[in-house]
């Protein structure tokens, strides 16, 4: 049986349990707390983080730490911590991005999960509304009623560490065990879990899942360079390995005809999967610089691309072969990360800036709008991945500060 979190833990607790501990940098300047520093924020995170945040006012660095780990017990060392931080990572603008304006009109709706220093993300719509998320380090997926603003957290076995969910057409809900190479399905009714391990030792990091119309469960494995397929039914897992060495393979979507399509995060390319056989298709991608994280599929057929590697919004025909490109605003290195298509409208982020923009794309314009995504008060963390709800919004997350976002979209 599931174990059910209703409690605040802190961070430090978390990583001891799932069996990690601090590791201690030597990049962060001399001063009072330095060594708390360190062996707090690195239990979940190297301190090079720190170094490159955007960084915050006194007061901003409290409301930041505070949604990543409990001190309210120890108020010196929380106090201590916040005048190191403001000290020696003051705000700064080495990655200020380039906001675009626009006519259109969203509204952020925040939650923030109970659990804190899980980095929550890949929230996901159930078909009854609710939503799902993963708690990475946490090793725990939750799950929020919209409604009432109810959250339940269920816990994992032991090191699954999960990438993602998704949620089957019969409500249970699928994780990515990214660290201990398995998948696993949760009744949330019981909260009884399945887990299936992978038939190959090579096979170790399943990384993001998607359902085709016939109910077999896609999903990639980044760094085993594999892409697999489970049938629920029987539990039968099929792997296929990439074309290319060291192509990565991140996002997945399924096209129109059921056939999968991945991104490759270590080469510039895109790979079309034949459903029955699992045959691979590579497309070669303009530029050896290119690199991409996640793709969507336009009801056009349309291949929408981020170009992770050279910060730009790539379009692939099927077709025809066309390719086309856009710089993204912030520029060559805002490296686009999440992607998703929103009644005809291309949205991502900009993961390489502080803050973190999303960014809206009209193919029929070919024009920008883009807008910071905030954290509470403060602007910290960077989308994932992102994906539309059944009514046309998106749903997108902050792991930095555990939030899971609602991007309500104006129509």
């Known amino acids: 049986m599931v174990k059910l979190f209703n409690t605040r833990l802190a961070v430090f607790a978390i990583f001891l349990a799932a069996g990690s501990a601090p590791v201690l940098g030597a990049s962060l300047p001399d001063g009072e707390s330095r060594g708390t520093v360190e062996a707090l924020c690195s239990t979940c995170h190297t301190v090079e983080r720190i170094s490159e945040s955007l960084g915050y006012s006194r007061g901003d660095w409290l409301a ?6 409990d001190l309210s017990g120890n108020p010196e060392r929380r106090d201590g911590i916040a005048d190191y931080l403001a000290e020696h990572f003051p705000p700064n603008q080495r990655r200020t991005p380039t906001l675009v304006d626009g006519d259109a009109r969203i509204e952020f709706h925040e939650w923030v999960v109970p659990t804190l220093g899980q980095r929550s993300r890949d929230p996901v719509e159930a078909p009854d509304g609710s939503i799902w998320w993963a708690g990475q380090w946490g090793n725990l997926i939750g799950q929020i009623d919209p409604a009432s603003g109810e959250m339940r957290e269920y816990g994992l076995p032991d090191g699954a560490m999960p990438h993602s969910v998704t949620v089957g057409d019969d ?9 201990n190479g398995t998948v696993g399905r949760l009744n949330p009714a019981s909260g009884d879990i399945k887990i299936y391990d992978m038939p190959d030792a090579d ?11 016939n109910g077999l469960l896609w999903f990639t494995l980044q760094h085993s360079n594999q892409v697999g397929r489970l049938d629920p039914r029987n ?10 060495a060291g192509s990565r393979p991140y996002g997945i979507k399924m096209d129109a005809s059921g056939a999968p399509w991945v991104a490759c995060n270590g080469s510039n390319c895109l790979v079309k999967l034949e459903p029955e056989t699992m045959e691979m298709t590579e497309i070669t991608l303009p530029h050896e610089e290119t690199t991409v994280r996640r793709l969507d599929i336009a009801e056009n057929g349309m291949i929408w691309y981020v170009n992770s590697g050279r910060g730009r919004l790539g379009r692939y025909d099927p077709e025809n072969g066309a390719i086309k490109e856009w710089p993204s605003p912030s520029g060559p290195d805002s490296h686009p990360y999440a992607i998703a298509i929103v009644d005809g409208i291309v949205w991502y982020n900009e993961s390489g800036m502080r803050p973190d923009p999303l960014v809206r794309f009209d193919p029929a314009t070919e024009t920008f709008q883009s807008w910071p995504i905030p954290s509470g008060e403060i602007f910290s963390g960077i989308v994932r991945h992102m994906r539309p709800t059944r009514d046309g ?3 997108i997350h902050q792991s930095a500060t555990n939030r899971i976002i609602r991007v309500e979209i104006d129509d």
Do not use: S
Request: no cysteine; charged share 25%; proline share 5%.
């Open 203 to 213: 096979a170790r990091d399943p990384h993001t899942a998607v359902f085709d119309a």
């Open 393 to 395: 919004d998106l749903l």
């Open 235 to 244: 539990g039968e897992i099929r792997l296929k390995t990439m074309p290319t």
């Open 64 to 69: 930041l730490t505070d949604t990543m780990i």
């Open 171 to 179: 409500g249970d809900v699928w994780f990515m065990g990214n660290k």
